[in-house]
Nanobody
């Protein structure tokens, strides 16, 4: 059973940066694609970014492309989301997710989800 724990959320001014982390606290060490989703108040959960099991391929939503960077350290069972040039519309609860195909993950049909971490951006 994969267990995902997010950290790194907080309050930042517009234009600032944050780095989110996602730790897979399980001991299964199964290779899988991982990604980030976010949910803004009153909105559905939306795809942000994903990275394949070996880090060779990444994908981003148009709204974050060029500002956010996803990466992973498989040896440490960690995944990261570096968020730069943050805007008020980036404020949301960010969720880490893992498992399934790239397509399934991008569509929010992955197998495992964390509890989320809040990102607040002040204008």
């Amino acid at each position: 059973q994969v267990e995902l724990v997010e950290s790194g959320g907080g309050l930042v001014q517009a234009g600032g940066s944050l780095r989110l982390s996602c730790a897979d606290t399980s001991r299964t060490r199964i290779a899988y694609s991982m990604g980030w989703f976010r949910q803004r108040p009153g909105n559905e959960r939306e795809f942000v970014a994903l990275i394949t099991w070996n880090g060779a391929d990444t994908d981003y939503s148009d709204s974050v492309k060029g500002r956010f960077t996803i990466s992973r350290d498989s040896a440490k069972n960690q995944m990261y989301l570096q968020m730069n040039s943050l805007m008020p519309e980036d404020a949301a609860v960010y969720y880490c997710t893992a498992g399934g195909t790239k397509t399934a993950l991008r569509e929010g049909r992955s197998d495992y989800w964390g509890q989320g971490t809040q990102v607040t951006v002040s204008s």
